[in-house]
């Protein structure tokens, strides 16, 4: 057993629960524990030359469990099924314009930057929430790891300028806006909706669940057909 390797595996489960605390008391996106507790960890690595291939040998575990989290998302939509029906028709063509728009806007930034396959199979994947987002990115070829850093930029971005967008949008409906938080920022703007409303947070997590699941499904023969039309 590699002994570095735990210790980083120890010290990112102290850091995330750390700043879990510091940002329940202080609820600022730079201390959200999703970007403050790898910034920390990156310049731990950096300071003592740690390689990734030495961080991941212990915390890949925590990226498996990615994997039973999925299976969970499953209990939102079952508990929210009657709020699925009433709004199928707006759920899913909000959820296939966001994901049309997330693929192609994608391609075309990745040809801006001669990105190549991998990089821009993975970032065409990024799109959804972080569980799914690796799930499509295997199956098409790309890198998970690319397309766990892209789904977090994405959701970071997001929130960032949630409030701007939407008010710039003039949404009157607390559905429309939660829809347009979890399709477009994904977990970072489901907890985002959820600070700003309840019934903004439900709609969040239902999009943001339904094109995971949709995407891992259909963004397969989505992605290779938008490349196929548009290279």
């Not at 731990?44 to 990615?66: G, H, P, Q």
Request: with cysteine.
């Amino acid at each position: 057993m590699n002994m570095l390797s735990l210790f980083c595996f120890a010290l990112t489960l102290i850091l995330y629960v750390f700043i879990k605390k510091l940002h329940k008391r202080h609820p600022y996106l730079l201390l959200s524990p999703a970007l403050f507790a790898p910034f920390l960890i990156i310049v731990f690595m950096l300071i003592f030359d740690v390689s990734y291939d030495t961080y991941i040998e212990e915390n890949k575990w925590l990226v498996w469990l990615l994997g039973p989290a999925t299976v969970a998302f499953a209990i939102p939509i079952y508990e929210y099924r009657q709020v699925i029906k009433n709004h199928l028709i707006s759920i899913s063509l909000g959820i296939a314009v966001g994901m049309l728009c997330g693929i192609v806007s994608a391609f075309y930034l990745a040809k801006m930057f001669n990105f190549d396959q991998v990089t821009t199979l993975s970032l065409m994947s990024r799109s959804i929430s972080t569980p799914f987002a690796i799930e499509l990115t295997n199956n098409i070829g790309g890198s998970a790891e690319l397309v766990i850093l892209f789904t977090m930029i994405t959701g970071m971005a997001g929130v960032a300028f949630a409030d701007l967008v939407l008010a710039g949008l003039k949404l009157h409906s607390k559905f429309a806006q939660g829809a347009a938080l979890g399709n477009s920022a994904h977990g970072f703007g489901t907890s985002k909706a959820f600070m700003r409303h309840k019934e903004e947070g439900v709609a969040a997590c239902l999009s943001m669940v339904l094109a995971g699941v949709f995407m891992v499904l259909l963004g397969p023969s989505l992605i290779h057909g938008v490349i196929w039309i548009l290279q």
